[in-house]
């Protein structure tokens, strides 16, 4: 589906609830009209073609980016939607529920008036987004070969000594001159911090015999990649080694389980199972979707409402196990769903490496 064919995709998944649908996410905008400005929403009318809303410090940028989509310029763009909509006699309007606050839903009930009634637009676009356009696969592609790159350039820089947040400004350098930005903020874990999940870099030096968690990834043309490996500083422990070998093999596991018809929550509680039978306790869930968002639709969690998956959905697998005041592992690719399988975007070694 090309960038024009976007908007009717959405038209016609509008149509069976609404008149139209109002797009007011920033990252949904980009997705139907190519705008990568701050400030932005889009109509859709069941029945016509988008347009396009943004203010005054964005029309140059916006008559660049999408020239064939018609334009306004105003101050308070879902109203001015509203009132176009209105106008042109729609009177049902699907909105993003799950994005509008209580104040810009006031301010659309006030520009509708008793013309417009509202319906909840049921993520329509992030389940378009899903499944991605083989351009889009190409751009993932890119941000994963970037990521592996800085993978490998950065195994030298961890000697004893080194901080993570040296570490992760590190990561940051590299993907800059690969032309690259962070996809999210790295998460760098020495040691027992290695044991948190989500840690946040520290001024803890590297020791040697420490784990070294490293999930990172980087941003292609507004496309993520997330990819997590842990090694370690020196002589690997015979604890560390074993930890290290069941989440690799809980790992492949569950990308091997990655296929066309596989269901989220199944795959996810797959792996809670192989986790669990090992006597250690589950921390999170096995992935996420990812694409113009580092987290995005479909989520492999226990309560993902996500149903089977299909061929072009991209999805991260992370299967990891954690020893509060020891250590954690947590082996990370991102990975899209293809005929015979999945795909893995991210190659870096998954085996355990001894700096």
């Known amino acids: 589906m090309s960038l024009q064919r976007r908007p009717e995709a959405l038209a016609a998944a509008a149509a069976k609830i609404a008149d139209g649908y109002l797009v007011s996410r920033l990252v949904n905008v980009r997705y139907l009209t190519g705008f990568t400005g701050s400030n932005a929403a889009v109509l859709v009318p069941a029945d ?38 209105r106008s042109s006699g729609c009177r049902r309007l699907a909105v993003e529920r799950h994005h509008l606050t209580l104040a810009s839903y006031d301010a659309l009930l006030a520009a509708g008036g008793d013309d417009v009634d509202y319906v909840d637009g049921r993520e329509a676009v992030e389940q378009l987004r899903a499944v991605k356009e083989e ?22 820089k961890l000697r004893p000594g080194a901080t993570e947040l040296d570490i992760a400004w590190r990561l940051q350098e590299e993907m800059h001159v690969r032309g690259a930005q962070p996809a999210f903020e790295s998460i760098v874990a020495f040691g027992p911090n290695s044991a948190r999940p989500h840690h946040q870099p520290t001024a803890r030096a590297l020791e040697a015999g420490d784990f070294v968690k490293m999930d990172f ?14 090694v370690v500083c020196g002589r690997a422990a015979g604890w560390q080694r074993d930890l290290h070998a069941l989440v690799a093999t809980i790992q492949a596991e569950s990308r091997a389980e990655v296929a066309p ?51 072009r959905v991209t999805v991260t697998v992370e299967p990891g196990i954690y020893l509060p005041g020891r250590g954690g592992v947590r082996i ?12 893995s975007l991210t190659s870096s070694p998954r085996e355990l490496i001894e700096i």
């Open 135 to 156: 351009v889009e696969l190409d751009t993932l592609r890119r941000a994963c070969a970037v990521t592996d790159e800085v993978f490998g350039a950065v195994l030298d």
């Open 48 to 85: 016509g073609p988008p347009v396009l809303a943004t203010d005054g410090r964005y029309a140059t940028q916006a008559a660049m980016e999408c020239p064939d989509i018609e334009i306004v310029v105003a101050r308070r763009l879902g109203p001015a939607l509203v009132e176009r909509a």
């Open 261 to 311: 018809g596989a269901v989220p929550v199944e795959l996810d509680a797959a792996a809670r199972e192989r986790i669990e039978a090992t006597g250690h306790d589950v921390a999170h869930g096995l992935g996420h979707g990812v694409g113009l968002e580092i987290h995005e639709s479909p989520f492999l969690v226990p309560d993902s409402p996500a149903a089977r998956l299909v061929d």
């Open 332 to 343: 990370e690719d991102t990975v899209v769903v293809d005929a015979t399988g999945a795909e």
């Open 217 to 230: 990834g980087a941003r292609v043309d507004g496309y993520h990649a997330d990819m997590t490996r842990t």
